[in-house]
Each structure stands twice: as structure tokens, then as C-alpha cells.
């Protein structure tokens, strides 16, 4: 019997998770199988295997249970089995593996009595059936593209899950056929949650489900990159979908909200390198990061219990102030539990909201996929982007604002006074800048029931030489951004800021020098510019300069001339 049936499609740096949870005691069919059968097809034409240079149009996918931790070492395989994956499946092809069901849920007729109600509902199923872990078998599916050259090409994959082996053979007729109707689509989650206004939390799949017995969850890239949740006021309703603007706000949540304490965010940004994609290994990293985050902030509220109790027992405040301040919590039973970290699958699904944790910061990772499909254009231009998406964000935490102006405003621009281009955008940091400082930020800042108070730069390979022109773009354009959001951590991992110059055989630099990489390349080569027009202009100038007796710059080289990287760090 086909349980589920999923179809989608994934472009250049996105990923698709599918959590599916199976509870035997609502499957009307007996007895429970040991397995059961995933299969996962790659539905792209045959012919598009040799278009590598527009795709590849291959995916990586993934199967592991809910209770995997990549940082442990998986303790119980035979009952929760191992994650299994397939990191190159073809355009056509298929990849299958057995999902297991571990033997202490499985069911036979003798269980008929035991079951529950049909019209439980899937509340008291979460409160019944997984209080304790043993109701229900939760394992993740993700699908992720391998996309690397084009911002264009998708793939198409479809996801089938059943009882038995056989019927994963059957088509989309066959399916269809037995009055199934056809499969579930991530298009079909994104539509219900713009209905339902909640577009910051992922949806339950029923279509394209087949089993009472099975409840599915899909997200895509962007609703793992958004957890946790933006924090609103209390009693105020999630933005609007289209508009971006607050539905179902009443005047006394609106007359509340300066009374509410704004939350600290501590900003981390993620950059990935060559390809500039947020998929597969930011993901990993952002998840890992909102892993450490939860498993600190449990951590705490732990030594703050531990601190409340000693002082109502009458401690001695060093006791107290050993059991606030240290590394390890210690239980009732006296044993020591060190800082462990959490599953990553899922990160932080949401902001803590107590009050009593309101002035603490919270942690909010975020990876920029502007640059996907871009990395040809050079550092300079990755950086500048990344940079822009910085001050979007944080504003109006900080006045700077990047304005992209179309093509017909910057033609009627010409003919208006520079007054009226401030009063309209705001005041250029410089001439010929893209970035305006505005005035009144500080009213617009507090309306916001968040503030930016510290951020973080996280880059990965050529992810480190783009964060690094950025931070410089953003202290030239935004002068008074790190006065006002507090920098904490720059991280490069495996950059090349010294180039590949050295470290390559000869031909690898020329390579780099005729454009194999675009821009990006000749910069990782320390490629010097070659003397054009404007450079034999300039040395005649300085020619005729000296000849003048005024020869003072002769001797100072073109900035503009040397390789980037050995300007950056100046």
C-alpha cells in the first residue's frame, strides 16, 4: 500500500525536508511492517545528464531518523536504523532504501483493543502517542540540489513512500487510478501558509497522503533559514504574506507596545564560498549554531534554578555565586552533566519568550543566497552585495539605507535639485553613493519589537574574502555602524586571503589570469591590471608634471591597479 506520494523542485542552493512521522496504532492494516520502503526518483530527462555545464541536474538525498545527532555515535542501529543517502542520483533515476520501525511500537491483531479512538485528534496523538517516544517514528527525508552553474535550471524529483516494495513501482496512472489523486507539492505548503498568514512556520502536508497513520511536514530553504521566527509584539498577528503589513492589530496592542521590552538579537551571517549558496553545508552550520544556542539557553535557566533553590535553602552566597557562575550543572542526584550538543535537525524552532530571559540576547542566523550563480563577478561585487543585505537588515537599527533606484528615477534624477533627491531618499553618505542616512530611525526603531545589539560574520572559504571586503564597504558607507551594533566574531574557515598564486602550478595562474573563474579568479590570483588607455594617460601627465617641477605623486602607484586582496587588508 502507497502511504505517500510527493512531488517538487529544487533550483540552485535550496533544500526540501520532509519530516514524515508514522504511528502504527492508527494503520487499519496488520500487522505493522518491520520497514518501510522509501523511494526517491530524480524525474529529469535522461538527456539532461550531459547538460553539466547548465546544471548538473543531480540531487542529493537523505534519510536518517529523527533521533540521529551527526555529533554522537549512533548507539542503537538495529532499532532506529542508520542514515542512509545518495549524494550524486541522476537525472532518471532512482534511489530506494527501508525506513525502520522499531519493534517495541509495532503492532499485530492481538493491539486491536488497545487502540485508540478514530476521532482523537492529532493533538492528543502528539499527547498520547509521542509523551514518551514509543507511540510514533519520526524520520527526515531532505532532497537538496546540486545546481552549481545556473540560477535558472530546477530539477524535478518526486517522493514515494509505501508498505511494501511493490508499491513503489507503481506510476502517477496506477496511483491515480486506485483513487489516490495525485501527489502532494511543496507548491501546495507554500499556498496554505500564505492563507493561513503563519508563512514563518512550516505546514503540515495532507495532500498527496494516503495513511491516517502518517503525518508530514515539509519545509523548504526558506522556511529552515527563517527559524527561529522574527519576534512580534505580544497579541500582534504575523505580517501579511503580499504586503508585508501587520493584519488584525487592535488599538490596545498597538497603545501596549511601548510598555513591552524590546529583544536583543545577536546577528550571525553565514556566507558560503565558490558557489554562494545556503544549502547542504550552511545549513548543517546554521543548525548546529541554533543546536549549541538551545542547549546554552537550557543549560542557564538550569544554573538559575540551581542558584534559586540554594539561596532559598540558605546557602553561603559563594556556594550560590560557584553554582551561577560554573560550567556544569549538577542534579538532584549530585551527578554532573556537561554541555551537551542538542540535535541539529531543526535548530531553534522559535525566540525564547519568557520574561524573566527578556534582557538577554537571543541568536538569529542568517545566510545570504543573493551571490548564487554570481561567482564569476568578482569580490568586490559579492562583497557589495553582501554588504547591502547587511544594512538592510539592521535598518533602521542603524540610519543607513541602500536605495536601488530604477532605471526611469535615475533618468528623471537628472533633472531634479540635489535637495529633492535628500528629501525624497535621504542624504548621501558620499557622492556617487548608493547608501542614505535618514533621519528619524530611532522613532521607526522602536515601533519594532526587536533590536540588532551585536553581530557576527561567518564565511566559508571564498565566503571569508567576501565578508571581509563587506565589513569594510559597510564601515566606509555606514560609519556609525559598529558604535551602534557591537561586533563579536569575524570567522573565516579554509579562506584563501593570500590568493592560490603560491600554492598552485604555474598554469593553474594562468588559468586564473584568462578568466576561468571571471573576476573572482584574477583576484584569487593576484592578477595585477593590465596598462591600458587610462594608465598611459596618467603617466603622461605625470610626465608633463615633472617636467612642471611638480613631481610630488610621481612616484605613488595606481590603487586601483594592484591585485584586491593585497588591498583589503589596508
Do not use: C
Not at 98 to 117: M, N, Q, S
Not at 161 to 182: I, K
Amino acid at each position: 500500500m502507497l502511504l505517500v506520494h510527493q512531488a517538487g523542485s529544487v533550483k540552485i542552493g535550496e533544500v526540501v525536508r520532509y519530516t514524515l512521522t508514522y504511528t502504527p496504532s492508527n494503520d487499519r492494516i496488520l500487522p505493522t511492517p518491520s520497514h518501510l520502503h522509501l523511494k526517491v526518483k530524480n524525474t529529469s530527462a535522461l538527456p539532461l545528464r550531459a547538460a553539466f555545464i547548465h546544471g548538473p541536474y543531480t540531487l542529493h538525498v537523505a534519510a536518517y531518523p529523527s533521533t540521529f545527532n551527526p555529533h554522537h555515535k549512533v548507539e542503537e542501529p538495529k532499532k532506529y536504523g542508520v542514515p542512509e543517502y545518495e549524494p550524486m542520483l541522476k537525472a532518471a533515476g532512482s534511489w530506494q532504501t527501508k525506513l525502520t520501525v522499531p519493534e517495541e511500537i509495532r503492532e499485530t491483531g492481538a493491539d486491536l483493543g488497545k487502540r485508540r479512538h478514530s476521532n482523537q485528534s492529532d493533538r492528543d496523538l502528539d499527547r498520547l502517542g509521542n509523551e514518551d517516544g514509543t507511540g510514533s517514528v519520526t524520520w527526515i527525508i531532505e532532497v537538496a540540489s546540486q545546481i552549481l552553474f545556473s540560477a535558472s535550471a530546477s530539477v524535478d524529483f518526486e517522493i514515494l513512500v509505501g508498505r511494501d516494495e511493490r508499491s513503489l513501482d507503481l506510476g502517477f496512472a496506477a496511483v491515480a487510478a486506485r483513487g489516490h489523486g495525485g501527489p502532494g507539492h511543496v507548491r501546495d505548503v507554500e499556498k496554505q501558509k500564505a492563507r493561513t498568514q503563519t508563512g514563518r512556520r512550516s505546514a503540515h502536508q495532507t495532500t498527496g497522503v494516503y495513511s491516517k497513520a502518517v503525518r508530514l511536514r515539509v519545509e523548504d530553504v526558506n522556511a529552515l533559514w527563517d527559524k527561529p521566527a522574527m519576534p512580534t509584539w505580544e497579541g500582534e498577528d504575523h505580517a501579511s504574506p503580499k504586503t508585508g503589513e501587520k493584519v488584525g492589530t487592535s488599538e490596545k496592542v498597538a497603545n501596549e507596545k511601548p510598555s513591552q521590552k524590546r529583544k536583543k538579537l545577536h546577528l550571525v551571517v553565514l556566507t558560503h564560498g565558490l558557489h554562494s549558496n545556503v544549502g547542504a553545508d550552511m545549513l548543517f552550520l546554521k543548525e548546529s549554531i541554533d543546536a549549541t544556542v538551545a542547549q546554552a539557553r537550557i543549560d542557564a535557566k538550569k544554573r538559575k534554578a540551581t542558584y534559586r533553590a540554594q539561596r532559598r535553602e540558605g546557602k553561603s552566597r559563594q556556594d550560590a555565586s560557584q553554582a551561577a557562575e560554573g560550567g556544569t550543572f549538577t542534579n538532584e542526584q549530585g551527578d554532573e552533566e556537561k554541555t551537551a550538543t542538542a540535535p541539529t535537525t531543526g535548530g531553534q524552532e522559535e525566540i525564547d519568550s519568557d520574561d524573566e530571559d527578556s534582557d538577554d540576547e537571543e541568536t538569529v542566523v542568517r545566510g545570504f543566497s543573493g551571490n548564487a550563480a554570481r561567482t564569476e563577478n568578482g569580490i568586490q561585487y559579492l562583497g557589495k552585495r553582501l554588504a547591502k543585505y547587511v544594512l538592510k537588515m539592521t535598518y533602521p537599527d542603524q540610519p543607513f539605507l541602500p536605495i536601488k533606484k530604477p532605471l526611469t528615477r535615475s533618468l528623471t534624477d537628472t533633472f531634479k535639485s540635489q535637495a529633492e533627491k535628500d528629501k525624497r531618499d535621504g542624504k548621501q553618505v558620499h557622492h556617487g553613493s548608493s547608501v542614505h542616512v535618514e533621519n528619524g530611525t530611532e522613532k521607526k526603531a522602536e515601533e519594532l519589537p526587536y533590536q540588532y545589539t551585536s553581530i557576527s560574520f561567518i564565511g566559508h572559504s571564498l565566503g571569508g574574502l567576501v565578508q571581509t571586503y563587506a565589513v569594510a564597504y559597510i564601515h566606509k558607507h555606514s560609519p556609525t555602524f559598529f558604535e551602534k551594533i557591537k561586533p563579536v566574531n569575524f570567522i573565516a574557515m579554509a579562506s584563501p586571503m593570500l590568493g592560490l598564486s603560491n600554492e598552485n602550478p604555474m598554469y593553474v595562474k594562468f588559468a586564473l589570469d584568462f578568466g576561468l573563474v571571471g573576476r573572482t579568479g584574477q583576484d584569487l590570483g593576484l592578477t595585477w591590471k593590465p596598462p591600458g588607455l587610462a594608465s598611459a594617460r596618467d603617466g603622461w601627465n605625470a610626465m608633463i608634471g615633472g617636467l612642471g617641477g611638480n613631481s610630488n605623486h610621481q612616484n605613488e602607484g595606481d590603487p586601483g591597479a594592484k591585485p584586491l586582496l593585497r588591498i583589503l587588508p589596508t
